[in-house]
């Protein structure tokens, strides 16, 4: 028997309703210490910053972002004056070309942006660690830029005469890490007050300043002016008030400028992605979107496991694979995130500059240092275990490996970098021969490199491939 027209009706009815709404209301109140963003927040408070931040990409029906949300609340209480702590709901349509424009394929996606040299070009990656407060809270800490100096003895007076006008301000502290607190404060009084830190067993420098207790926070207002002690709690909000005697902290969101760049109207004039298959999204949005909006330089992607790392690079049949192998983190305040970030930009940018320009190049990884595969490929090839970044290059199919040195150029910027993965692409530079036991030889790779993309790559020619195609790794996700 039909139902009747009433039933009918109410079935349908009822069916709509359990469609997700699209203007659904988003997972965090009002009251939520998460920052809420649309694009153009996103915008001025997120990629116009020098701030670090963490915005979550979700829609409020996934289940696993309803399960983040108490975890993501609690980093955004740790963090308060620190780093940012935001979400966008991408199930709200105002929302969604802006999601797509991200390269959100799945929720919840969570990215760290991190500040660039260039002012709304920041630099976005995604967070694949653990979904647990610490795990979050750890991962933007260590990201908080590091503007303060590390004086010793010998360097204090060469930096104290550095611009005498300008205010300084010196911790003193017993610890060899640089805080995440003193971090945030050198990014908050960027351009106004130069940030330094000695540490107690420098005692030429201790006796100077007279210091008797650790850690001490001395303000030199500059313009010869007698230094000032700081005895308030270590908490930011009143360290700021007492270092504003000498300088404004920067207006964060800076105050728009009549003639700035439009980043926000030109986003809002973009046309909202219309492609179905998410694989399309972030090429197409590449193309369209205004630089500042756009994920500058996507992150490189990272070898989470020893299969994934073996499956990507450590065949016999592998082509040529260009690791970064991450140190261990031990704490938020470790000290390594500068050469360790400085190496990734590095490669993100190299990497994105050849996709813009669609050269063919090998593909970039990270390697944490959780994953165990990381150490035995350092105890394998003889690298120090403990080191910080450690870029290398392997090509299993012809058993050779190589490793950028920093200490010949100085550092991990993208010069050097580059210029180092220049001279492989055209087969040129020193090559050491792989040791036995570094490739795995059993069974069958899933997923290889194609042969064709190698070969070109190493003839220094550039032509069209999809060499960028990494394996994926399946995460967590409710997929859009
Ligand atoms: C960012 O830092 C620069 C100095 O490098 C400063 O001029 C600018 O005002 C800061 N912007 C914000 C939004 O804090």
């Known amino acids: 028997m039909m ?7 109410l079935l349908i009815s009822s069916l709509l309703a359990a469609l997700p709404a699209t203007s659904a209301s988003g997972l965090y109140t009002k009251n939520s210490p998460v920052l809420q963003l649309n694009q153009q927040t996103y915008n001025q408070l997120i990629a116009n910053s020098n701030h670090t931040s963490i915005v979550e990409f979700y829609a409020p029906w996934c289940g696993h972002c309803q399960n983040l949300k108490p975890a993501y609340e609690k980093v955004a209480k740790n963090l308060e004056g620190l780093a940012k702590v935001a979400a966008v709901n991408c199930d709200d349509d105002a929302n969604k070309p802006f999601c797509g424009q991200m390269g959100i394929q799945g929720f ?3 990215k760290i942006v991190t500040a660039s040299k260039q002012l709304g070009r920041p630099l976005v990656e995604d967070y694949r660690g653990a979904r647990s407060a610490k795990a979050i809270a750890d991962a933007v800490a260590e990201r908080i830029p590091n503007h303060v100096k590390r004086l010793t003895d010998k360097n204090l007076d060469g930096w104290l005469s550095e611009n005498e006008a300008l205010p300084k301000a010196i911790l003193f502290t017993n610890k060899g890490t640089t805080s995440a607190l003193i971090r945030a404060l050198a990014v908050d009084f960027l351009g106004g007050i130069k ?20 850690p001490t926070l001395i303000l030199l207002p500059g313009d010869g002016k007698e230094p000032i002690t700081y005895d308030g709690e270590l908490k930011k909000k009143p360290m700021v008030e007492f ?3 000498a300088a404004a902290p920067n207006p964060d969101p800076a105050p728009a400028k009549a003639k700035s760049r439009s980043v926000d109207n030109r986003a809002e004039k973009l046309k909202p992605t219309e492609s179905p298959d998410p694989q399309v999204v972030p090429e197409d949005a590449k193309e369209a979107k205004p630089a500042q909006v756009l994920v500058q330089a996507p992150d490189i992607d990272t070898l989470p496991t020893v299969e994934a790392l073996e499956a990507a690079c450590l065949t016999p049949k592998s082509g040529t694979c260009i690791l970064a192998l991450l140190p261990e983190q031990k704490e938020a305040d470790t000290d390594f995130p500068g050469p360790v970030k400085e190496a990734l930009r590095s490669l993100s940018e190299i990497a994105h500059k050849h ?7 090998f593909p970039f990884y990270s390697v944490p240092a959780i994953n165990t595969g990381a150490q035995t490929l350092r105890d394998g090839l003889g ?13 299993g199919r012809r058993g050779w490996w190589s490793r950028y040195d920093p200490s010949k150029s100085g550092d991990f910027g993208i010069a050097p970098v580059e210029a180092w993965i220049d001279a492989i692409r055209l087969g040129e530079g020193s090559k050491e021969k792989l ?14 490199p194609e042969e064709s993309v190698e070969e070109s790559v190493e003839d220094g020619s550039v032509e069209e491939e999809s060499a960028e195609e990494s394996p994926k790794q399946e995460k967590e996700h409710d997929e859009l």
């Open 243 to 245: 270092l504003s005697q």
């Open 3 to 9: 139902p009747q027209p009433s039933s009918m009706l």
């Open 435 to 448: 040791p036995d036991g570094i490739l795995v030889v059993k069974g069958e790779p899933e997923k290889e």
């Open 355 to 361: 996709s813009q320009r669609k050269s063919n190049l």
């Open 195 to 214: 940030f330094a830190q000695i540490r107690n067993k420098e005692t030429e420098a201790v006796e100077k300043f007279g210091v008797k207790q650790f």
């Open 383 to 395: 690298l120090p275990a403990d080191e910080n970044a450690v870029i290398i290059v392997l090509n």
């Open 108 to 110: 919840p996606t969570l």
